[in-house]
């Protein structure tokens, strides 16, 4: 592929990026067509977990720990994952395909509509759901939502709990707080849980293994994201702003990978806009002397050489755009659905 070449919008995966054909889809429309199955190892399992929970619960977390790699967006903010991003995970003859969704909260403006609208969604689309809950929070407003709506939501879909953060709280509190969780939703299984830590992860990745139903692996064995790669790149450079800025700029901006070209050395040159909504936030996003930009810049493109593998030149733009809240095209890049913003 020449310097000048654009790998298409949208269609390269990480398991492209090694050259793996691109996956086609089922009839059910989720993605990933069957690429294992029975042999002399015998026969092999795979499904969907969809990982929910009220925004900071520590789902990416979980997520990049049961994969084993960091394929979603961590940062102490809450709301941090906007789509809903696929994690896949390898257990023995299992393969778990992880959704971590945005966190379910009361939506107030069109994105956050959104965000809300793609985590139901991928609950929908899962065979299994887990539950995370912050121990040292407890059951909160919006703990007690979400479990008033599992029932309309997810009707007999199995619902595991896992309790997340256990280091936080005394062995009392957390028993109080399993018994009362229990009490109001019949969980099929409950984990004592430390994502960050990896307390309890490996016996939850166990479990989901042993309840994941015969089929063939979903994807190529060594896959680790269902995501495109112009997305995975632009979500590592917004967590390396979100990390960067703080409280400056919350949620009024947004990076987008504008092009992405193969170069003949085998490195990629990577083109990314960040929008803004104000132009008073252009000149924080770019610091003194540019020096924000450049630490953002700096950051982002090392954590993508090592992602890939290869090098990577990473250009980044700052752009203002007022009401890139309100435009479709800025939701399509986000890989969430415009019209499920409507009020």
């Excluded at 949208?10 to 398991?15: L, M, P, S, V, Y």
């Excluded at 112009?230 to 990076?255: C, D, F, G, S």
């Excluded at 990978?257 to 050395?265: A, H, L, M, Y």
């Amino acid at each position: 592929m020449s310097e000048h070449d654009e790998t298409p919008k949208g269609d390269e995966t990480q398991g492209a990026a090694r050259g793996e054909t691109p996956e086609a889809r089922h009839e059910d429309g989720l993605p990933g067509a069957p690429v294992g199955g029975d042999d002399a190892d015998g026969p092999t399992s795979a499904g969907y977990v969809a990982l929910i929970g009220e925004p900071n619960a520590g789902k990416s977390t979980l997520l990049n720990r049961m994969v084993g790699a960091k394929v979603s967006i961590v940062t102490h903010k809450v709301q941090t994952t906007r789509a809903r991003i696929r994690g896949v995970a390898m257990e023995d003859r299992a393969q778990i395909v992880f959704v971590d969704t945005p966190g379910l909260f009361r939506p107030r403006r069109r994105l956050d509509r959104a965000m809300v609208a793609a985590a139901w969604s991928g609950v929908a689309d899962a065979d299994m759901v887990v539950l995370l809950v912050e121990a040292h929070r407890g059951i909160t407003d919006g703990v007690k939502a979400i479990l008033e709506a599992l029932p309309e939501r997810l009707g007999r879909k199995p619902v595991a709990l896992a309790i997340n953060k256990i280091d936080k709280v005394k062995s009392e509190v957390l028993l109080k707080l399993t018994q009362d969780l229990n009490d109001a939703h019949p969980f099929v299984k409950t984990f004592m849980i430390s994502a960050e830590r990896g307390h309890g992860a490996a016996d939850l990745k166990a479990w989901l293994a042993s309840q994941m139903p015969q089929s063939p692996w979903l994807y190529p064995e060594d896959q680790l994201a269902d995501l495109p790669l112009r997305m995975i790149a632009a979500e590592m450079t917004r967590e390396k702003l979100t990390l960067r800025l703080h409280q400056e700029l919350p949620y009024e901006l947004t990076v987008e990978t504008e092009s992405w070209q193969e170069r003949e050395d085998g490195s990629a040159r990577v083109d990314q806009v960040i929008y803004v909504a104000r132009e008073g936030h252009k000149g924080i996003v770019l610091g003194k002397g540019g020096e924000t930009i450049k630490s953002v810049s700096k950051a982002a493109r090392e954590e993508l050489t090592e992602f890939l593998g290869r090098k990577v030149h990473l250009f980044l733009q700052v752009k203002v755009r007022p009401n890139w809240l309100e435009e479709r095209e800025r939701y399509s890049e986000m890989g969430l659905d415009f019209k499920d913003g409507n009020g």
